[in-house]
Structure formats: C-alpha cells, structure tokens
C-alpha cells in the first residue's frame, strides 16, 4: 500500500457534497475513479461505482451517509461501503489523511 495525494484540499467538496476524482496509481498505473465526499465534518472516499447497476455514485444523491447511485438510488453507505438493503455486499472504502493542503488516501 502506498499513500496517494488525490485532491488539493482547497478543491474538496464542502459539507453534504461529493466530487469524482480520477487518477492513475503511481505504481501500478492502475487507474482508478474514486468518489469523495465530505459528511457529518468528516471526508470519506469510496469509489464512484455502483455494484448493482455500474453508474456512478457521485453522479446521485446524498442522503446522510448513503450514496444513491445516479441510475436506480442503490444506497452505498460511504463509511463503510455497504449496500443498505444487502450488507454482503459491499464497495472499497480509503481511510483519508489531511496534510500539506490535501487529501491523501492509503491503497
């Protein structure tokens, strides 16, 4: 694992909001999209893809800390990843470190 800077802090979405955020992994080149949002005063980061029916989370609503896809309102929950009407599925979530201006995840 290594820690990735994904967004300058000053571009972080604010209280109740998300932003996609798209990068390449500077190891493994892997290219990932990523969801970011910013709930209950704390950023939480999943990636922007719903299991049930591929379309993005961020593209959707938020809803406390449930993500409704943009297609069908599939609710993620973006702590913990979990799908709220069947907790055997579930979504990566990274644990985000604030430093020098930006938010950085492990993965």
């Known amino acids: 694992m290594s820690e990735v800077r994904i967004l300058d802090l ?3 979405p604010v209280e109740g909001e998300s932003r996609q955020v798209q990068f ?6 892997v290219i990932y999209t990523l969801g970011v ?4 005063g704390r950023y939480l980061v ?3 893809l719903c299991k049930k029916c591929d379309s ?3 593209r959707g609503k938020l809803n406390g800390m449930y993500a409704l896809c943009a297609r069908e309102d599939h609710a993620w929950n973006i702590k913990t990843g979990l799908f709220k ?5 579930s979504i990566p979530t990274y644990r985000v470190t604030i430093k ?5 995840i492990e993965i």
């Open 10 to 12: 000053a571009d972080a």
């Open 24 to 29: 390449e992994h500077p190891i493994t080149d």
């Open 37 to 40: 949002y910013f709930a209950k």
């Open 46 to 48: 999943i990636i922007d």
């Open 56 to 58: 993005s989370l961020t």
């Open 85 to 89: 009407f069947d907790r055997t599925q």
């Open 100 to 104: 020098d201006e930006g938010l950085y």
